[in-house]
């Protein structure tokens, strides 16, 4: 199985980026996927995680209302829509896929596969 994120970068307080994650290797449709996080000196963070159908949908508090995770069973490809962002969201993201199908988690020990990261930079 391979995880492969793009579309991080730089942008400036209250931009958007969209971070895409495309998955190959397994039946997509039926895994659930998730984001973290990683700022310099900090744990993994949760962010984001939606189900296998697309029908169940978990945030971390902080960006809830900004950020809009979405799958795309079609392309084999996971989404993550950043609006609103601001100089605490920077940080190294990654896309995972659980170990189960049907698995939903915002837990690290829960994912068994790992995209390589992608930057996001946000200035003030």
């Known amino acids: 199985v391979q995880l492969q994120a793009s579309g991080g970068g730089l942008v400036q307080a209250g931009g958007s980026l969209r971070l895409s994650c495309a998955v190959s290797g397994r039946t997509f449709a039926i895994y659930g996927m998730g984001w973290f996080r990683q700022a310099p000196g900090k744990e993994r963070e949760f962010v984001a995680a939606?189900?296998?159908?697309?029908?169940?949908?978990y945030y971390v508090d902080s960006v809830k209302g900004r950020f809009t995770i979405s799958k795309d069973n079609a392309k084999n490809t996971v989404y993550l829509q950043m609006n609103s962002l601001k100089p605490e969201d920077t940080a190294v993201y990654y896309c995972?896929?659980?170990?189960?199908?049907?698995?939903?988690?915002?837990?690290?020990?829960?994912?068994?596969?790992w995209g390589q990261g992608t930057q996001v930079t946000v200035s003030s």
């Open positions: 939606i189900n296998w159908n697309g029908g169940s949908i």
């Open positions: 995972a896929a659980p170990k189960k199908p049907f698995d939903t988690s915002s837990y690290p020990s829960s994912y068994e596969y």
